[in-house]
């Protein structure tokens, strides 16, 4: 089934990476937490730099006090549309190699990595994310005590999605605005 947000695309990308995007209205309906756990699972099943999955997750249910308290870092664009989310998970990137001081160079892409295998998965099962760097990244690194070696990378808002309308604008449009993308030749180079 197609819908306004499934990716026009040129050639024959899976459907389920067409069909994922990142929607603001959340139904009421709760995350089991077995459900939650598979989809961090299937986030760690990314590749990352010699395996080091550098990485961690703090996720909060909607209702409990963690959830409110890591909803009280997200940005004033995203506090109104993520109070209905049903999870709220954040994405943490380690930043020095294990047991050597050394510099990873590559948290920041393995995190990201993470988190794609994650959207995917949670689609998979009915399940939407969306992706956030819109919070405070100081006062959320406080409220979990991270040690200076750890950086909140992003906040992901996890949810049942629903209709449209339940949402005030801007939020609404956005909602139903199709999702575009750049053309593949505007960055993809062959070299012969
Ligand atoms: C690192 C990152 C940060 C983002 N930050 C925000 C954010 O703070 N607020 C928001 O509403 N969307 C945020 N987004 C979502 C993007 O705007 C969205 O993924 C993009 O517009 C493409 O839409 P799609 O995911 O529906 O394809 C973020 C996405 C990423 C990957």
Redesign the pocket.
């Known amino acids: 089934m197609s819908n306004i ?1 499934t990716a026009n695309t040129q050639f024959p990308v899976l459907d389920l990476i067409k069909k994922r ?2 929607p ?1 209205s959340f139904s009421d309906k709760a995350i089991a937490e077995k459900d939650l756990l598979t989809i961090l699972e299937a986030g760690s099943w990314a590749p990352s730099a010699n395996n080091t999955q550098p990485w961690r997750h703090v996720y909060a249910f909607r209702g409990t006090e963690g959830f409110d308290k890591l909803w009280s870092t997200l ?1 004033p ?2 506090q109104p549309w993520t109070r209905q989310a049903a999870v709220l998970v954040v994405s943490i990137g380690i930043k020095e190699l294990p047991d050597t001081n050394q510099k990873n160079h590559y948290y920041l892409h393995d995190a990201g990595m993470f988190n794609s295998f994650m959207l995917l998965q949670a689609h998979s099962m009915g399940i939407s994310g ?5 919070f405070d990244k100081a006062k959320l690194a406080e409220l979990l005590g991270l040690p200076a070696t750890d950086e909140t990378v ?1 906040v992901i808002a996890l949810g049942y999605p629903d209709a449209a309308d339940k949402l005030q604008e801007p939020y609404k449009t956005r909602e139903i605005t199709p ?1 575009t993308r750049k053309a593949l030749e505007e960055f993809t180079y062959q070299l012969n």
């Open positions: 947000k995007w990142s603001r940005a664009g995203n969306h992706l956030m760097a819109g992003s999702r």
